[in-house]
Structure formats: structure tokens, C-alpha cells
Nanobody
Framework: QVQLVESGGGLVQPGGSLRLSCAAS????????MGWYRQAPGKQRELVAT???????NYADSVKGRFTISRDNAKNTVYLQMNSLKPEDTAVYYC????????WGQGTQVTVSS
């Protein structure tokens, strides 16, 4: 079955960096578009970034120039490099795949605070 497992979250000071990873299994990873979403307390889940099977990327305006999504097909893993983090980036970050239906990872908490 399809599984998405995130890692790499944590507590970081404003201006710091984190790299999230999402390991996928149960799919032909290289053929699938992947994405990262986030959900802050009291807010709806929102798109952060996507990457297609052809490595075309798309970002939310709020993270453009600070976050970078990438993928390693040999490792079945998608990454989210987050730089210049702000307190408003605090959220649970989820890996996403749409393959006939939506699949989500368990989420990883990112907290940006001094």
C-alpha cells in the first residue's frame, strides 16, 4: 500500500533553516507528482510547494525565494529545504500524493520561535 513518512521537523529560531524529508513507498515514485502542505493551528491546510515527475516546481507566494522542493527518485524521497524561517511558518507539514485519491503522511511539526 502507499505510505508517506515525513521527517526533519523541529524547533528553530527565526532566520534559521530546516530540511524536511518524505519517503514514499508502494508507488512508482518517479512517475508521480509530489507536494508539501502545511496546517497552522486554527487554519486550513494550505499548499506549500509541488514538484512534478518532470521536476517542474511550484510554490506558494508566502514561501517563494525561501523554500526549495526537490526529489531524489533513486531514494523515493521528496525534500523541502526551508531557509529564512519566520514565526508564521510554524505549522504541521504534510507530504502529499494524489494517485486516484489523496494520500498524506503523518505530518511533522515545524516550530519557528526565539
Amino acid at each position: 500500500q502507499v505510505q508517506l513518512v515525513e521527517s526533519g521537523g523541529g524547533l528553530v529560531q527565526p532566520g534559521g533553516s530546516l530540511r524536511l524529508s518524505c519517503a514514499a513507498s508502494g508507488i512508482i515514485f518517479r512517475l508521480n507528482n509530489m507536494g508539501w502542505y502545511r496546517q497552522a493551528p486554527g487554519k486550513q491546510r494550505e499548499l506549500v510547494a509541488t514538484i512534478t515527475s518532470d521536476y517542474i516546481t511550484n510554490y506558494a507566494d508566502s514561501v517563494k525565494g525561501r523554500f526549495t522542493i526537490s526529489r531524489d527518485n533513486a531514494k523515493n524521497t521528496v525534500y523541502l529545504q526551508m531557509n529564512s524561517l519566520k514565526p508564521e511558518d510554524t505549522a504541521v507539514y504534510y507530504c502529499h500524493l494524489h494517485l486516484y485519491r489523496d494520500y498524506w503522511g503523518q505530518g511533522t511539526q515545524v516550530t519557528v520561535s526565539s
